[in-house]
């Protein structure tokens, strides 16, 4: 394994051999852990609109924003075809809501921008019409392009570069979130670049927000997830605030 050379591979195109092949390894946490502290409560959602938080398309006196939110959430959470960007668009307009800003989008991915051109948090959707996939392998290539493009910005900028990066990644299956940490180092952006089998193990971690009716398919629009959902959105953006820390470009630089 140390000496197989692999062909480059577009992230879109990545699965479960790259994870192995680049010795990428994903272990699943639970919140206490993933964040660091216990999930917000529910009272921490009350700065929020309270029909975003338990509303429904049926409900009345939804506001023009909410009503676009829940129609955008209602066709996420069963997209036929023709309507592949349906996930996209909602994850889109949800983040905007919780105030994630500068957001830009490929064709499969979101991405939170910072100033010139560094990246912040890469989301990836899983779209089950399109069968073969892999949102995991796909959002942890997108990390470490990531990683790639915020030091070449440094570069051009007169920053310095960086060992290694904690990548805050979320993929999006229908409109159930899991998110992810993504450690990029050096040494595994070069193994990619290259592909060579880095010496040294990558272990992502992942935080899944379960359902409490333990129905593997509930998503967002059913008003219990979704709070709890909400509670891992607000937990998420403080850690990933930490790791963002430690890469963003100075004000006035970039």
């Known amino acids: 394994m140390a000496n197989m050379i692999r062909s480059p591979k577009s992230g879109s195109d990545w699965n479960l051999n790259e994870l192995q092949a680049y010795n990428i390894t994903v272990s699943t946490e639970s ?43 209602d066709l996420a959470s069963k997209p036929s075809a023709g309507q592949d960007s349906a996930i996209l668009e909602f994850t889109k307009e949800f983040l905007r809501v919780l105030g994630f800003e500068n957001l830009k989008s ?8 910072q100033g010139f051109a560094t990246v912040l948090l890469v989301v990836q ?25 915020n030091n070449s910005t440094r570069g051009q900028l007169g920053q310095p570069l960086l060992d290694s990066m904690v990548i805050p990644c979320i993929t999006m299956t229908y409109t159930r979130p899991i998110f992810y940490l993504v450690p990029v180092t050096q040494e595994l952006s070069q193994a990619v670049a290259f592909g060579l089998f880095p010496p040294n193990p990558t272990v992502v971690k992942r935080c899944v927000a379960s359902p409490k009716s ?19 959105f607000i937990a998420f953006r403080t850690v990933a605030e930490t790791h963002w820390s430690a890469f963003m470009i100075p004000a006035g630089i970039a």
């Open 214 to 232: 333990g129905r593997i398919f509930d998503g967002m629009e059913t008003p219990d997830f979704r709070q709890l959902a909400l509670r891992h």
């Open 125 to 149: 959707d899983d779209n089950a019409i399109i069968t073969d996939r892999n949102p995991e392998a796909q959002v942890i290539a997108e990390a470490i392009a990531a990683f790639q493009l």
């Open 106 to 113: 490929a064709s499969t991915d979101i991405s939170l921008i």
């Open 31 to 73: 919140p206490d852990i993933f964040y660091g502290m216990p999930l917000p409560t529910t009272e921490s959602l009350s700065s929020l609109d309270a029909h975003i938080v338990s509303g429904t398309l049926n409900t009345q006196g939804l506001s023009d924003e909410t009503y676009r939110l829940m129609q955008y959430m």
